[in-house]
């Protein structure tokens, strides 16, 4: 989770140096060799294809943007990680899951938290494109789930990953800027290596060794580890809006999670 953390004050930091989706491409590219050589191939299709623009090129331009334009990299983070709520809904209108009391209270908290925390420091466009991108994460887990599923998920996060940096490479003029930095291009390099190789490595590793419950319960720390890196990396102090609304967006998520795991455990 640490890996992930760090990854939204880095992004801002090579924000500075590197246009976003500049960015997004030399993420894509470094991470995608090093998954590639990890898995040991390429999982790859029409339906990888979809997955790999919802999951991957959608999610890191709202992301890249996100962080650029929020006050704090660490509130970005929050508001993305209300993935888990918007799921619950998606999952509700298109599968027909009918949510449960614990998830409906979840998402209710979640979202007041998020209204909160963006709403009082200044819900500007960077807060609202976090928003999206959680709201992206959350359509590319759904299509993953509906039919990516069965996919060996390293191949399959190898060739999303490659194949959007592929598809984002003709955008990168777009609001393109670059600085030749050798710490900031170091930084981009960074984020490739420990955020998109890395981290996804480690969280398929603790999904074997801890379970999904646990896995999941561990990663809400991401968002609020964000503000200790923000504050270390970039002397980001956090208004205590941003922590408060962080920590109900988080309880509300929580219990999305802590829900799933109670579905479970019920006898049919």
């Known amino acids: 989770m640490l890996v992930w953390s760090s990854a939204y004050p880095l992004i801002k930091i090579a924000l500075n140096y590197v246009s976003p989706i500049l960015l997004a491409v030399i993420r894509l590219v470094t991470g995608g060799i090093i998954l590639t050589v990890y898995g040991g191939g390429l999982s790859y299709g029409k339906k990888e294809m979809i997955g790999g623009l919802i999951n991957v090129a959608l999610f890191m331009l709202f992301l890249n943007f996100g962080v650029m334009l929020s006050v704090n990299p660490a509130l970005s ?125 480690a969280w398929f590793s603790s999904i074997k060794q801890l379970g999904p419950f646990l896995s999941s319960s561990l990663s809400l720390l991401v968002p609020a580890m964000s503000y200790l890196f923000s504050f270390i990396m970039l002397g980001e102090v956090p208004t205590f809006q941003q922590l408060l609304g962080t920590a109900i967006v988080l309880l509300g998520v929580f219990l999305t999670i802590i829900s799933q795991k109670i579905n479970r455990a019920l006898p049919r």
């Not at 466009?125 to 359509?139: E, K, T």
């Not at 990516?148 to 060739?159: A, Q, R, V």
Request: charged share 5%.
């Open 77 to 201: 983070a929050t508001l993305i990680y209300t993935q888990p709520i918007f799921l619950v809904i998606l999952s509700a209108v298109f599968l027909g899951k009918k949510p449960t009391i614990l998830q409906l209270l979840g998402t209710i908290i979640a979202i007041s938290g998020a209204i909160y925390s963006a709403g009082i420091t200044g819900f500007n466009l960077g807060s609202i494109l976090s928003l999206i991108g959680g709201l992206i994460w959350a359509i590319g887990t759904l299509y993953y789930q509906v039919f990516l599923i069965e996919k060996d998920i390293i191949k399959l996060n190898s060739f999303m990953a490659l194949f959007s940096a592929l598809f984002l490479l003709p955008f990168t003029p777009i609001n393109f800027y670059f600085k030749f930095n050798i710490s900031g291009i170091l930084v981009a390099v960074i984020i490739g290596i420990t955020a998109q190789a890395i981290g996804f490595i």
